[in-house]
């Protein structure tokens, strides 16, 4: 069954430091997702991309985070200089389409990022 | 279930029993739910779904029920396994927003063998 696939599992790196966070889609998936998980807390949206451009994008998701679809199977998330409140499991997802509602976004087994 | 030292919601079963989660909504204006699945250290994985149009959507051993009166959403995991042992999230589309997903507070499920 096709996955979404994430690299690294774990990323240590120390404050202020850029870090970028691999994502590969289901092949034949359009829409793309960013979302982080905070130690015990809920799973937070941070960005949804489709088409080369961000389709939206939350309040956390701010200057100091991008995306990036640099070829046809990839999709980054780049955190330039990274704070100490970065640290948690950040999760990618993707659906086929994004042209329903009613469409299953499967997620990857997520990136754990701490920030020293 | 009360709450925990990571404030996560937890329902203790043993096995064989039948498990009912459950979670609360706030936006009336959602019209897609979906529980996912999430074990220790790894993505959430999709259950089940169901439309605001449905009261009831029954998969393998998965039932969720949709009351939209009162905003509540439950999920109901028949014969419970020592496999079903996960963090159990209720997520909403509102569909207004290009379908991201808002992720409930999570319900920490231990079967007992």
């Known amino acids: 069954e096709p996955e979404v696939t994430q690299t690294p599992s774990h990323q240590v790196t120390q404050m202020g430091q850029e870090v970028i966070l691999r994502c590969v889609p289901i092949?034949?998936?359009?829409?793309f997702y960013w979302y982080r998980q905070i130690l015990g807390q809920k799973v937070e949206f941070l960005v949804s991309?489709?088409?080369?451009?961000?389709?939206?994008k939350s309040e956390i998701f701010d200057d100091q985070f991008s995306v990036e679809r640099p070829d046809g199977s990839n999709f980054t998330l780049k955190i330039r200089s990274t704070k100490l409140e970065d640290s948690a499991m950040y999760f990618c997802?993707?659906?086929?389409?994004?042209?329903?509602?009613?469409?299953?976004?499967?997620f990857g087994p997520g990136t754990r990022l701490l920030v020293l | 279930g009360e709450s925990v030292g990571l404030h996560l919601p937890t329902l203790s079963v043993q096995e064989g029993d039948n498990s009912i989660i459950n979670c609360a909504y706030s936006?009336?204006?959602?019209?897609?739910f979906i529980w996912y699945k999430q074990e220790s250290g790894k993505g959430p994985q999709f259950i089940i779904d169901?439309?605001?149009?449905?009261d009831k959507r029954q998969g393998q051993r998965v039932t969720v029920l949709l009351n939209k009166t009162v905003k509540h959403l439950s999920l109901q995991i028949a014969a419970t396994q020592p496999g079903d042992s996960a963090v159990y999230f209720c997520?909403?589309?509102?569909?207004?927003?290009?379908?991201?997903?808002?992720f409930g507070k999570g319900t920490l499920l231990t079967v007992n063998p």
């Open positions: 169901i439309r605001s149009n449905m």
């Open positions: 092949s034949n998936h359009l829409y």
């Open positions: 991309f489709y088409n080369n451009e961000i389709s939206e």
């Open positions: 997802a993707s659906t086929r389409t994004g042209a329903i509602i009613q469409e299953t976004q499967y």
């Open positions: 997520a909403e589309n509102s569909g207004g927003s290009n379908y991201k997903l808002t």
């Open positions: 936006n009336s204006a959602s019209d897609y």
